[in-house]
Structures are given as structure tokens and as C-alpha cells.
């Protein structure tokens, strides 16, 4: 019917309305041909697949080109009808006619889809207005906002856009699907009070922490509630789309940049191997037992002491994964109880060992002193005594940057770790390897797991120091740099991954508050100083340690100074059998890690005493409001 009218519509634009007599034989002759040429186009391209009501450019390409294709065709028929005079009848239509017919067909049917589209959304919209609408800023102009825009429209009752908010001054005043570009960023709240806004969607997802903390105070300062689209490093794996809006994480706020770890040389390590895992129950070793089990290992036993976290990964194993090629066990056990340990090794015969489990609270470990150097060093060294003696080849050990310069019996439990570790290696066949990383993000007893709590509870929130700073890593990133340590190298030697910028914890706070939609007014920061063990900062290498490249341009290898055989294996002898006091333990932590420096040793070293004057005298004004 299109075609037809088009057709018939084509005779009487030529001719002004007064189709010469002659041209009537010519059109009801040319009709049919005209016509089936046409239908058949417009089934090789597709005309007649698409939903009228979604409409769009590819709808528009594909009329384009099968009715310019009929056109040509039709045309070309024109040309040649001089050679085959018994066909010039069918074929003389005028090529005027022909062009003119060409641009109603294209006009009539991309109209008549545009107008159903156009009275599907106006009806979708009338529909959604009965309901109270949000009205929503979109933080960037790029092409992610401009994707989320477009995904709003076909959803109203995610909302109306009230405009676009971009820091690009070329962009400003423009229109992005006929909304307006407003800027700067920083202005939003004029933005927001001017549009009569309530919600921001923050869409850039390639955004750096640093630039994405300044937007979520801007926006905050602004009153609004916010959500994000993911970070670029979801979105190139494509586990989620542009539009999958979320709230801001933490984990958001300290972006990193993605660090690619090449997967197939730790593939090739443990498909068809036998694994051994510890503190398989804890956020690094339930991480480890998910990223293995990818790998296809033969058989995976899982070694946790804590009832309620052996249950928690094995309900998360069985979740999130199928390993219909790989043997799991699940084995209750401390580690410190070596007899079990060798029969448990003896049974599995693992290749490849990972020990993860450990204490790791810095202030219960200065309370508790011998429970950590019995847990963090003697088992750690007992363990890869039984792992030698069983012919195991490749051992990993989860170290700490708490190890560097440590303060703290924790840190320094695992430097002991190290060292007894090291020792071993260099008279072992056993291959060694150690591994540091900084703190993981949202762990089990770590500081941000502890503001949530405290943000639920209403405040305060507690922080040590206003200098305090730490390293953050994600837990898939430290478990990726483990499992790349197993690979590198040879034996003996420690790895450490480029842990990015550190943050200050007090920062750290206020984003938290700020993502919880509070203000400091709220929830207010309170200072209560520096717990025993605790530094203001971390570090990155000992005192008289050397640091070298490896093969990943992110992974370093440190060569850390080693005391002699003897003087190592004597101490762990008096370690093993000794019932500490806390300063005994101290005492003989210091007598085998000389760079070890107690935490009241530090803080005068590094806040001197007119710093920390200061610091008591703001402690002092805030603990009363805090009460």
C-alpha cells in the first residue's frame, strides 16, 4: 500500500498535478514491476523484521540502502530498455518519477515509525507521570551519560533528566538529546537548585578516586542523593552495562588503576595440581580457593580453624562455582597442631601450598603477645617443615607490609615469618616464595568494615590520627599477586605489588559518611590517638633492602637483609618453648629483627614532642563531646 501511494503520489508531483494522457499507459504498465522490485528490497534488507516502535538509526541505514538499491535498479532497467524494445513499455517509467518515488517511500516509512514511536513514549510518559517522578542530573557529558540519557527515556519511571553537568566548557549550553549541558561540576548545587533536581547519576566511569571523591562531596554538599554507572575496569569485562546503576562503593572512592595480570602462566601452574590452602576461611584464603578452582586443579583442600568461616566459603564455593573436575575438602583444623597438619599433607600430597592463615589485628596482638608468635611464625615455620619433608614443591607465604620497619608484635611476627621462612629456603629443595601487600579492602577487621558499623550506629566515627595514611588494595588484586608469585622466580625471594597512592584514613572517614548520605554535622570524626603497634604511615622497603624489577612491570622482588642459620634456629628454639610476658616477647622479637621499633619508640621518632602536644590538646577537646 506504501509503495502503491508512493508510486501514484510520485505521477502527480512530476507532472504538477496534470499527468499528460501518454503517461498513463507508461504507469500502469511500469506499476508492477516498480512495485515488485521494490517489496523484494525491502525483504533482502530487512524492512519488514524491525519493530515499528523501537525505531532507530539502523532501522533508517537499512530503508536508505534497499530502496537507493531499487532505485539503481529500476534506473539501470531504464537504460538498457533501448536494447530489449519489447520491455521498454514496462520499464520507460521517468526517471524524475522514479527519484521523487524514491524520496516519499524513504520519507513515508521512516515517518510512519518515527510518529508510533513518538506516541509510544509520549503515552509511556503520560502514564509515568501519574506517579512522582525524580528529577535527575546526569555528572558527565561523555558518552556514558549520553547512554544512560537514552536508557532513562525508555524508562521514565527511573526518572526525568533535568540536565547534564560536565566540567568541558565547549560543552556547556549545548543539548544532548534536547537536554542541556550545565558546568562546572563544582556548581551543582546552584545546578540542582536551578533545575529543581533531587537525584545525580554519576556517569564516568573512567574517573580516577581522587576526581571521584571531589564529585561525591560536591554532590553531597548539594543535598542530593547519587548513584554511579560501574568503573571502566566492569565494564570492559562485560559483567555489567552502562545502565546497571548502583550506589557509590569505597571501593569507588579509592579506584585504582586496573592492573593486569596475565592469567596463563598461573593457569598452566595449577590445572591438573594438587593445592593446600590455609585460612581458607578468611578474606584473602576464601579468594584464593574462588581464583584457583578456575584453574581446574585436581584437588583443593581447604584449611580453616573457625567453624563459622569454614561454613561461610564453602557456602560461597558452592554458590558462585561448579568444579565438576576438582576434588574440595573442607578440613576443620588449626595449624598449630602439627600432627594433624603432617597426617593432613600426607593424605592430600599437595604440590602446591598457600598459607594464608595468620592472626593479623595489630592492638589484640600487643595484648596477646605469644598467641601471635606461636600462630604467625612458629606454625608458618613448622608448616613448611612438614611441606619439605612431604616433597611439596612450591610454598607461598601471605606476608604483611606491617613486616617493613614494624612496630608491632603483629608486623613483626611476620617479619620473624620471613625470616625463618628465608632460612629454611636457602637448605630446602622446597621452592619458597613470600609475598607483601598492604591492607585489604573491607576485610575482616579492618577500618572500613569498623566506620560502617559506627556510621550505622549513628557515630562517632573513631579515627587514630589526622596524619594517619595506609596502602588499600582490592582483594581480587591481592589474591591476583599472590597467585602471580607462585610463578615468578625462583626460591627465597619476597614480592611485593605497586600498591598505588596511600590514603588518609581521616579522608576516608568522610567518604564514608558522605556515601551514607550524612554530613560531619551527623556523624562527627573523633581523634583517639595511635593504638599500640600502629605507625602513621606504612612503608615499602626495610632498612638495607634492596628492591628489583621482575617480568610484570607492577611486581618487584626485595632482597631483605637474613640473620645467620644459627641465630635463627636458636631463637625459634627459645620461641617455641618459652611462656612470654609481653615484654619477654618483645624482647626476644627485637633480639632477631633489628629494625623492629616498638610503638612508643616510633611515635616519638616520627610526631617529636611539640607534634604531639598539639595532637593531646585536640584529643582533649574532643573526647568530652564524643561522651
Known sequence: MVFAGCFALAYVVRFDFSIPEEYFAIARNGFVLVISVQLIAGALFGFYRGWWRYVGISDVVRLVFGLTVANGILTGLWFLSEQFPEFTRFVRTPRGVLLIDWALSLLTLFGARLIIRIGRDKWRGGAAEAGAHKRVLIVGAGDAGETLAREIEHRPQLGKVVGFVDDQRA????????????????????????TNADEALIAMP???GKRLREIVRYVSEADLQFKMIPGIDHLVTGKVHVTQLRTVKVEDLLRRKQIELPGDPVRALFRGRRVLITGAGGTIGSELANQILQFEPSDLALVERSEFALYEVRKRLSRELVWPSTEVSFNLMDIRNVEELDQLIARVKPQIVLHAAAHKHVPLGEENPREYILNNCIATRALAEICTSHNVERFVFISTDKAINPTSVMGATKRAAEIALLDLAAHSPLKMTIVRFGNVIGSSGSVI??????????????????????????????????????????????????????????????????????????????????RPGEKLFEEIRLEGESIHPTRHPHIVVTEAPQPQRQVVNAWLTRAAQLNF?????????????????????????????????????????QLPSAN
Open 581 to 621: 610476658e609481653r615484654k619477654q616477647a618483645i624482647d626476644a622479637l627485637s633480639q632477631l629483627i633489628a629494625e623492629y621499633s616498638p610503638n612508643d619508640v616510633v611515635s616519638r621518632k616520627h610526631l617529636g614532642e611539640t607534634s604531639r602536644v598539639a595532637f593531646n590538646a585536640r584529643l582533649a577537646e
Open 171 to 194: 560543552k556547556w549550553g549545548v543539548h544532548i538529546r534536547g537536554i542541556s549541558v550545565h558546568g562546572p561540576i563544582s556548581e551543582i548545587a546552584s545546578i540542582a537548585d536551578a
Open 449 to 530: 568494615p569498623l566506620f560502617m558499623e559506627q556510621i550505622a550506629q549513628g557515630g562517632p566515627v573513631t579515627v587514630t590520627h589526622p596524619e594517619v595514611t595506609r596502602y588499600f588494595l582490592r582483594t581480587s588484586e591481592a589474591v591476583s599477586l599472590v597467585l602471580q608469585a607462585a610463578t615468578l622466580g625462583s626460591s627465597g625471594e619476597i614480592f611485593m605489588l605497586d600498591m598505588g597512592e596511600p590514603v588518609k584514613i581521616v579522608d576516608l572517614a568522610r567518604d564514608l559518611i558522605r556515601l551514607s548520605n550524612q554530613t560531619e554535622d551527623e556523624i562527627p570524626i573523633i581523634f583517639t590517638g595511635l
Open 206 to 208: 573512567s574517573a580516577s
